[in-house]
């Protein structure tokens, strides 16, 4: 008899230990990382040297007609997970009710992560961190934004470190949606777009050798907003196996920033928040599951 109990409850640890690592296939990818650098226009973005040479990969693809969705920084980072900008129009905090892209990850048991550099941790509500350098910014992380985030201790604990992300890679922990938020100086905002694509390269190419990162992981290096000058046209491409660029690796098709959350929706058959989300343009049309 305590032999038994034994083996069922060694049969149940390993149970819960495998789906705690379970992953969610998905239509066209089975992890969606998006990078978003800021205050760049496309004409600015196309010149560097480092993004022509992403797109112009075998599995690199370009959107030359994606626009950003408001001025200035947050309301397009909010419309990216909750699929409006919720009515605001400005950098100041903001407390947002109603469901989000993660009541909809989390129905379909899809891991989730939002990584922001300089990030304080511990469910940080401040709007400028660490004190003194301003690093991180609260108006590029909407994930603190959303009532039912921030009022959840077990959600609020998945907005970590931009640091997190190493040791997760280590660990083969990489959640399947992952939100990267690089920090003033290196998404651009303090710098420039020149400083911000220098510290990307070094960033990321030593992570794409990774499989822990890139196994049927759709990468989306994308900039918030224009630098306010001209009509909000950003850079934006795809970057990973499931994509499969045509000749030119060029998509003209029009997009916005919600097609981010259209394009995790369909990938997962995660439903719609009945906002601009389930009318907006998912980013598939290239893609196709490795
Ligand atoms: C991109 O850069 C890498 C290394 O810097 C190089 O090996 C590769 O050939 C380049 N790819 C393209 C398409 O230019
Ligand atoms: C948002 O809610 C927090 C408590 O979670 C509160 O301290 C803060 O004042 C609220 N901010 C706004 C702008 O309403
Ligand atoms: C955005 O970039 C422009 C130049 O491209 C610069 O004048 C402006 O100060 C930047 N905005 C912020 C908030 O850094
Ligand atoms: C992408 O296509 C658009 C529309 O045809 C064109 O204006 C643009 O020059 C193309 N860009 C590249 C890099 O091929
Ligand atoms: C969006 O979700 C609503 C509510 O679940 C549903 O009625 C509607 O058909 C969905 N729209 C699309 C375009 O899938």
Redesign the pocket.
Known sequence: MKYFTSVILLLITAFIAANVNAIVTGTYFDRIVLIIFENTTFSQAEQQSFLKNLTSRANGLLLSNHFAVAYPSQPNHIAIIYGSTAGITDD????ITGNNLIDLLEAKGVSWKAYMEDFPGNCF?GTFAPSGTDLYARNHNPFISM?NI??NSARCANIVPGTQLDTDINNNQVPQFVYFVPNQKNAGHDTGVAFAMNWFQNWFESKLKKPAFTTNTLFIITFDKDDGSQSNHIFSALLGTPVHPPSDHNDTTAYNHYSHLATVELNWNLGNLSRQDATATPFTKFLQHP
Do not use: E, F
Not at 92 to 95: E, F, G, I, P
């Open positions: 100041n905090s903001h407390n509500t009532n921030r009022q």
